[in-house]
């Protein structure tokens, strides 16, 4: 044990953006700059993790309140242990990775959507945790778009979607605006493409079109056909 938190490959990438504040080139800067605010006072990548864990218990703690209020803290308190003891949460939210944003998301989603009268002034924190999960990660703008477009066939249901589809339009100009301030283009992804064409060279698929064609036409990658 090297006294690091657990990493990812991507790892390198969010920590390279946060010493630099050039956004990374296939998604956004948004978690490096949490990462950068996170240890800006208190110099080590584990103040990040502790302040992820920290939304993982407010979240959790606002979804007993409201969904089984019978329990009392010190229930609370027994289920959360529980939960650190018997699942994967200690080990998602010890990453230096924007995943355990993911699960921010589904239950700030709920709540807004079925708890929203009985938030009171929790719904700006929550709002602030609900659009941070936009930003941090291009496919949770894909996740609550598709959501928001299945939840509103049902009219009952369309008055609880203003919060996130507010926060959804928020995030639809915050990202393309900084992926424009650092230098691409004013996108959710300004070189997303490169994803598609990774997985085409992986497959073989891009070697074969060039061994086709390269003959005839002229495409930039013929000079690199036989590297």
Known sequence: FNGFPLVYPDTGTY?????????????????SLFLRATQSLVRSPWATVAVQALILVWLLRL?????????GSRREAGLLLLLAAGTGLPWISGQLMPDIFTGYLA????????????????????GAVFVSCLFVHTSHIAITALLLGLLFLDPALRPRLRWP????????????????????????????????MIR?????????????????????????EEE
């Open 63 to 71: 979804f007993l309140d409201r969904v089984r209020p019978e329990l």
């Open 107 to 126: 239950v700030a989603f709920y709540l807004f959507l079925f708890h929203s009268p009985t938030l009171g002034a929790a719904r700006f924190p929550l």
């Open 15 to 31: 920590l390279e953006a946060a010493a630099t504040l050039q956004p990374p080139l296939d998604r956004p800067i948004f978690y």
């Open 165 to 196: 589809a507010a926060l959804l339009a928020v995030a639809l100009v915050a990202i393309p605006a900084a992926n424009r301030i650092g230098g691409g283009r004013f996108s959710l992804s300004s070189w997303g493409h490169n994803f598609l």
């Open 200 to 224: 085409l060279t992986e497959d073989g698929l891009v070697e074969r079109l060039l061994r086709d064609r390269c003959a005839h036409r002229r495409y930039v990658l013929c000079a690199h």
